[in-house]
């Protein structure tokens, strides 16, 4: 069973950056595929962004793209989401997944394990 816990979420006016963390236990980092979801208020869960098990391969939203990088270091079973020029509709609790499939992929039923969410809230 793979353990998640993202850290580094908070308020940050628009424009700003935030650089989101999630650690992994209990599993093979390595072999899964990490990505990021969010979730805001009265909304759907919503795909953000992923990364294959080599961090070879990403994959963003349109929402995202640009602003947002996905990156991870297997050797610190760790994976981190560097936001940068942060929007009010960024807003929401930022989720945590792991894949054991290995590759990218970007819908909530690829993904076998999450974490708890961090709240990032940006201000405008």
């Known amino acids: 069973q793979v353990q998640l816990v993202e850290s580094g979420g908070g308020l940050v006016q628009a424009g700003g950056s935030l650089r989101l963390s999630c650690a992994a236990s209990?599993?093979?980092?390595?072999?899964?595929?990490m990505g990021w979801f969010r979730q805001a208020p009265g909304k759907e869960r919503e795909f953000v962004a992923a990364?294959?098990?080599?961090?070879?391969?990403?994959y963003y939203s349109e929402s995202v793209k640009g602003r947002f990088t996905i990156s991870r270091d297997n050797a610190k079973n760790t994976q981190y989401l560097q936001m940068n020029s942060l929007k009010p509709e960024d807003t929401a609790v930022y989720y945590c997944?792991?894949?054991?499939?290995?590759?990218?992929?970007?819908?909530?039923?690829?993904?076998?394990?999450w974490g708890q969410g961090t709240q990032v809230t940006v201000s405008s």
């Open positions: 209990g599993g093979t980092f390595s072999r899964y595929a």
């Open positions: 990364i294959s098990w080599s961090g070879g391969n990403a």
């Open positions: 997944a792991a894949s054991k499939g290995g590759f990218v992929v970007h819908t909530i039923y690829d993904y076998d394990y």
